[in-house]
């Protein structure tokens, strides 16, 4: 179990003004409020054969630690995955039940920056899981709103990240009439076209839109392949999270590591593990929309 302090300053107040030649008043200190995660070990195998060791490839002298290379890709997509989903954390009990740590989507608690849906809020050492809001379309407003309700608690979230389905139809909008947008800029230069930079002839043609500026921060859309959808009332939906990066962080009791297995046949066996947890070092630097649609479009509010 990893434990830290969630700070934040306090609001901007008037009551500031002292007398001349008075003593200061010793009691501004405050702690942060205690929060934690509990730890997650997991694990995945790799097993070779003595022949498929001993015989030619091609592109590669060993097919042992081939697969160890492409395994360690898989396995750290596996670990993103979890640290992005909703799932609550989970108590090691030593022997039934695995420990669990709490994903991003469990892990807001201020109902100004979560968007469509309720917390599942900390108590006694636990994340509980989220509810997600009504399947719906994500809308600008809720971006928009979001990313209000996080700089106002003092964060400056930099990335917009969803699945490759959400960013690309947030993508899609950003080039509809509906947008409402002074207008699509790009950071492309005549010189860099006369150049070739974007094309042989150069000449390109941009079908789409990386980045947001809201009145409160400029946003650059991020897909990711490693997060994953959830069922939200019959319904696959996903998460729209606005990060500041500066805020988040994965904890490691034990990095990634590659340990030998015992010997029991014409084969080696590897195994790949590690102990880790997830650090919302303070969530109001962030926001969530929840339960939103993949497959509908984007609307403007």
Known sequence: YKSWTKDKLEAPQLANAV????????????????????????TMGVKVSHRARNVDTIGRADELVYQLMQRQKEFKKRMEATILYN???????????????AGCGAMFETAANIINGTAGGFSAGIYSAPTPGTAAALSEVMIRDGSEAAYLAGGNPTLLMSTPKMIRKISEYMFTSSARIAALQQSVSRNQVRDGEYGHQGVTAIGSVTMMVTDFHTLEFC???????????????????????????????????VDPLAKTGLSDKMMMSA??????????????VRGIDPTQAVVAG
Request: net charge negative; glycine share 10%.
């Open 87 to 101: 799932q609550a954390c989970v108590v090691d009990d030593g022997n039934t039940t695995a420990g669990q740590t």
């Open 275 to 288: 102990d880790y947890t997830n650090v919302a070092k303070n969530e109001e630097s962030s926001f969530v």
């Open 19 to 42: 007398v001349d030649g008075s003593d200061q008043d010793l009691d501004d200190t405050k702690t942060g409020a205690r929060v934690g995660n509990h730890h997650q070990e997991s």
């Open 223 to 257: 897909p990711n392949r490693s997060q994953l959808v959830y069922d939200n009332g019959g319904t696959d939906c996903a998460n729209v999270y606005g990060f500041d990066p500066d805020y988040w962080a994965v904890s490691y009791l034990q990095g990634i590591e």
